[in-house]
């Protein structure tokens, strides 16, 4: 089996829901978490392991690896460096044959049921978004962030450039594997939350239905839903919360091993999904009403590339 290490970076006030994300974690006891944060995080799994230092050092560890001066001057911009990883965190990744980066808006399922051996051994990069995606650890696949092909920029203008690229994202990282025809396996495995909607669906292109609900149960991440009459389930290897503000863990207990996952928090999971907990958790309000915000989400990303243009201008 190989080793994995998933490095998340966090500076500042941790999420209320943090220790769903930890929970999460300890369900994946053959994957090993390394956690940068200046916060004292005192009960954790034993496969999440605490680097401690402050947002400065970071940044100091980060120029450290390059000649030319990196910009580095709020945390938003780490996302940019992810793809860099490889060798920022060289040091912690030594016994590591994989190393992966991602975010703390998710909650992690059953990784190896979806990282299988074979795959593992056909792909360098695995996944193809910021909030989670696995390279194989090695020195030529480690700096291929360096290569051309990125759609935002080379990747020296990204990490001298203050403002955010999201280099770690389809349009960067993923765009310089394609192009330059590596090996990268980018199936949409995952549960990805749109921000457009109140209720929860998929983003993008992926099925949806008018009565589903996100949960969580014993470390896999499941999607329920109603078709034809009948309740079914599918499985995603995570589930990540676009905007997720400060959700609430309305749980009875701390066990956290079955609740849903809602736009206003965590709830209990306690029995079999019926559809009136569709209904409470994620309700479907109609076709003309996601219409709606489907337009208005349209219009607001125009004006704000209008506001953009007229402050650059």
């Known amino acids: 089996m190989y080793k994995i290490c998933i490095?998340?970076?966090?500076?500042?006030?941790?999420?209320?829901?943090?220790?769903?994300?930890?929970?999460?974690?300890?369900?994946?006891?053959?994957?090993?978490?390394?956690?940068?944060?200046d916060q004292e995080i005192k009960e954790k799994p034993d496969n999440v392991k605490i680097k401690n230092m402050s947002f400065d050092e970071f940044k100091?560890?980060?120029?450290?690896?390059?000649?030319?001066?990196?910009?580095?001057?709020?945390?938003?911009?780490?996302?940019?460096?992810?793809?860099?990883?490889?060798?920022?965190?060289?040091?912690?990744?030594?016994?590591?044959?994989f190393w992966g980066?991602?975010?703390?808006?998710?909650?992690?399922?059953?990784?190896?049921?979806?990282?299988?051996?074979?795959?593992?051994?056909?792909?360098?990069?695995i996944l193809p978004l910021g909030h989670?995606?696995?390279?194989?650890?090695n020195i030529d696949n480690n700096n291929r962030f360096k290569l051309p092909g990125s759609n935002v920029g080379d990747y020296k203008t990204v990490f001298s450039t203050d403002r955010s690229f999201a280099f770690d994202e389809t349009r960067g990282v993923l765009q310089i594997y394609k192009k330059n025809k590596l090996s990268v396996y980018e199936k949409r495995i995952f549960a990805d939350i749109s921000s457009i909607y109140k209720r929860f669906r998929l983003a993008?292109?992926?099925?949806?239905?008018?009565?589903?609900?996100?949960?969580?149960e014993n470390g896999k991440v499941y999607r329920e839903y109603i078709e034809n009459g009948s309740l079914k389930k599918d499985e995603f290897i995570y589930i990540h919360i676009k905007k997720p503000k400060n959700?609430?863990?309305?749980?009875?207990?701390?066990?956290?091993?079955?609740?849903?996952?809602?736009?206003s928090g965590f709830y209990d999971k306690k029995f079999n999904t019926e559809i009136n907990d569709i209904k409470q958790y994620n309700n479907y309000r109609g076709y003309l009403?996601?219409?709606?915000?489907?337009?208005?989400?349209?219009?607001?990303?125009r004006l704000n590339r209008i506001l953009v243009?007229?402050?650059?201008?």
């Not at 941790?14 to 994957?31: A, D, G």
């Not at 001066?69 to 990744?93: S, T």
Request: contains cysteine.
């Open 132 to 137: 989670l995606s696995l390279y194989s650890n």
């Open 309 to 313: 243009k007229l402050r650059v201008n």
């Open 7 to 37: 490095i998340g970076i966090y500076f500042g006030k941790l999420p209320e829901y943090f220790p769903l994300w930890l929970k999460s974690c300890q369900y994946n006891e053959t994957i090993d978490f390394l956690m940068i944060t």
């Open 247 to 263: 959700l609430k863990i309305n749980l009875s207990g701390k066990s956290y091993c079955s609740y849903f996952i809602t736009n």
């Open 204 to 216: 993008l292109n992926d099925m949806n239905y008018k009565y589903q609900i996100f949960c969580f």
């Open 60 to 97: 100091n560890l980060v120029q450290s690896k390059f000649e030319f001066k990196i910009a580095l001057n709020a945390p938003y911009k780490i996302c940019d460096f992810k793809p860099a990883f490889g060798v920022i965190c060289e040091e912690y990744l030594k016994e590591y044959q």
């Open 289 to 301: 009403y996601e219409l709606y915000e489907k337009e208005r989400s349209k219009l607001t990303n």
């Open 101 to 125: 980066h991602c975010d703390f808006d998710m909650i992690f399922g059953d990784l190896r049921g979806f990282l299988t051996q074979s795959l593992l051994n056909s792909y360098d990069k």
